[in-house]
């Protein structure tokens, strides 16, 4: 079974997780959606860091510290980010982080990630637009949308001919001159919100 979600707040996810679990789904994978695979209900305790590595030796390791605490990492790869462990130990501590620190390290790191990858597309961003290949200014302008040579000048039936006949192309077009713009806004509000989940992680 596959769901789709998004999660900032990793405590929220935890919580989902959970209740999965007891419904009897465990996680199998996290990459397009949650890949769940039906198991034995279980009450257990599942956990969420995200890390990015640079070396698989240095993310092996990093799995490793963690089992040997009594945490199997169940998903996420060297650059996936986000990492998850469930507890097979009952003896071993309730959370995977020792302290309110490290523990709301992994919202900064979220947050950082989010402005990288709303920065990489500027350099796309600025090209299209020096090109002329996307023009903002439809924004406050939609009639830049429509290409049709005197559209504006035309009247009566051959107007709305006209207008109706590129309509949908102009959507389009707007659709995908929007996109990057869009993309950036969402990548640099979500890197907001978890730099504010690092600050009330931080205090907790």
Not at 10 to 31: I, N, P, R, T, V
Not at 50 to 61: A, G, H, L, P, S
Not at 142 to 147: C, G, H, N
Request: proline share 3%; glycine share 4%.
């Amino acid at each position: 079974m596959r769901k789709f979600k998004f999660f900032i707040n990793f405590e929220k996810e935890e919580k989902w997780l959970h209740e999965m679990a007891k419904q009897g789904y465990q996680l199998e994978d996290k990459s397009f959606g949650y890949k769940f695979l039906s198991a034995e209900p279980e009450d257990t305790t599942i956990k969420v860091d995200y890390r990015v590595f640079k070396k698989q030796e240095d993310f092996i390791d990093y799995c490793t510290l963690f089992e040997d605490s009594g945490w199997k990492h169940i998903s996420g790869k060297k650059s996936s980010g986000a990492q998850y462990f469930k507890k097979v130990d009952e003896n071993s501590e309730e959370d995977i982080f020792s302290d309110n620190i490290s523990k709301a390290g992994k919202y900064k790191r979220l947050s950082s990630m989010f402005v990288q990858m709303a920065f990489t597309f500027l350099p796309l961003l600025v090209a299209l637009m020096t090109t002329d290949v996307i023009d903002l200014a439809a924004i406050v302008n939609p009639k830049l949308l429509y290409l049709t040579p005197g559209l504006w000048e035309k009247t009566g039936i051959s107007f709305w001919m006209a207008f109706l006949f590129e309509t949908p192309f102009a959507l389009f077009r707007g659709i995908m001159w929007a996109f990057i713009p869009v993309m950036m806004t969402l990548y640099l509000i979500y890197s907001v919100k978890a730099n504010i989940l690092y600050q009330k992680s931080k205090k907790a």
